[in-house]
């Protein structure tokens, strides 16, 4: 099974910028896509962005779509996200996860990294 950590996260100002990053263990040669969700109060967790290591095909969730880039550093089993402009509606816990190829759907999940934007 691919274990998965996330840091990066913290207290920004609205406006300001980070960068979250998912180090990946374990089990990850079987890893057909990864990607970063996330919670945020009162909703529902929803996709932020997603990337195939394979082809490089990246998707992006419509409420960060311009302000969001996902990335991976392969030889580091490294993934990471950065996020610019932040706003205060972007505060939430952001995980990473994992799909496996023979999944249809993201299993392997970290701990979470908490993000709070400040007005």
């Given amino acids: 099974q691919e274990h998965l950590v996330e840091s990066g ?3 920004v100002q609205a406006g300001g910028s980070l960068r979250l990053t998912c180090v990946a263990s374990g ?4 890893t057909n896509a990864m990607g970063w969700y996330r919670q945020t109060p009162g909703k529902e967790r929803e996709l932020v962005a997603t990337i195939r290591p394979a082809d490089g095909r990246i998707n992006y969730g419509d409420s960060v779509k311009g302000r969001v880039s996902i990335s991976r550093d392969d030889a580091k089993n490294t993934m990471y996200l950065e996020i610019d ?3 205060p509606e972007d ?3 952001y995980y990473c996860a994992a799909r496996p190829n023979w ?3 993201f299993i392997n999940w970290g701990q979470g990294t908490q993000v709070t ?3």
Avoid at 27 to 30: A, G, I, K, L
Wanted: proline content about 0%; overall charge positive.
């Fill in 91 to 93: 505060t939430g816990l």
């Fill in 117 to 119: 934007v400040s007005s």
């Fill in 27 to 30: 089990t990850t040669s079987n």
């Fill in 85 to 87: 402009r932040l706003k």
């Fill in 9 to 11: 996260g913290g207290l």
């Fill in 103 to 105: 999944a249809t759907a």
